[in-house]
């Protein structure tokens, strides 16, 4: 990587928490220039524009988080095991995250009236998200260890992500972590009741980091 670029992501993680605190209306030139150290010419040297720079700084956390959720919900073990394990990293895995919460739940708020740009960058994302646990669906299906009658691919996936970033929010506003856990805790339970042959017990549930 040469030093052009280095410079680039690293002004695109300076910017990350910014954005996904303030908005883009909201996060002003000065605010990029005081965390990354430089001046206006330094920064539009490498992006050509705010929207572009906010843009990438999206990207970026919305990478890291998927990191962070993906965390045990590997390629390998039940489909059902898997999609819980994504659930309960949505409450529990909170440290590593880019500041400010969840970018697609910011992102998708913060250009709800306006930022086509943005806007198209927030729905790849949830689209991403969603496909992700519709393949996990779809090929424990194929493979006898979930309910196809009762498993609609599709539905789950708006389901758990519906429920998921509705419950961030209230629990957001209200300041409590609890109406999260109160979803999470309703979806696990929904999942089981696709498991094809027995259910599996939890026991008991970690605390939030």
Request: charge should be positive.
């Amino acid at each position: 990587m040469t030093k052009g670029e280095e410079t680039r992501q690293e002004i695109i993680r300076s910017a990350a928490p910014i954005f996904n605190r303030k908005g883009f209306e909201g996060t002003a030139l000065s605010d990029l220039m005081k965390a990354t150290g430089l001046k206006k010419g330094g920064i539009y040297r490498h992006f050509e524009s705010k929207e572009q720079l906010a843009g990438e700084a999206f990207d970026y956390a919305w990478r890291t988080a998927v990191e962070i959720r993906r965390l045990g919900a590997t390629e390998e073990g039940h489909a059902v095991d898997r999609l819980k394990e994504m659930v309960r990293n949505f409450a529990e895995r909170r440290e590593g995250l880019v500041p400010g919460g969840c970018p697609l739940l910011n992102t998708a708020v913060d250009t709800d009236s306006g930022n086509r740009v943005l806007r198209a960058r927030a729905r790849k994302a949830l689209e991403d998200w969603r496909g992700r646990i519709r393949r996990i669906a779809t090929d424990g299906i194929a493979r006898g260890e979930m309910e196809r009658k009762s498993c609609d691919p599709e539905k789950l996936s708006a389901m758990v992500v519906g429920m998921l970033e509705g419950s961030l929010m209230i629990s957001r506003l209200e300041k409590s972590n609890e109406p999260m856990l109160w979803a999470c805790d309703h979806l696990e339970k929904h999942l089981e009741s696709l498991r094809r042959g027995g259910k599996r017990v939890r026991a008991g549930r970690r605390k939030p980091r």
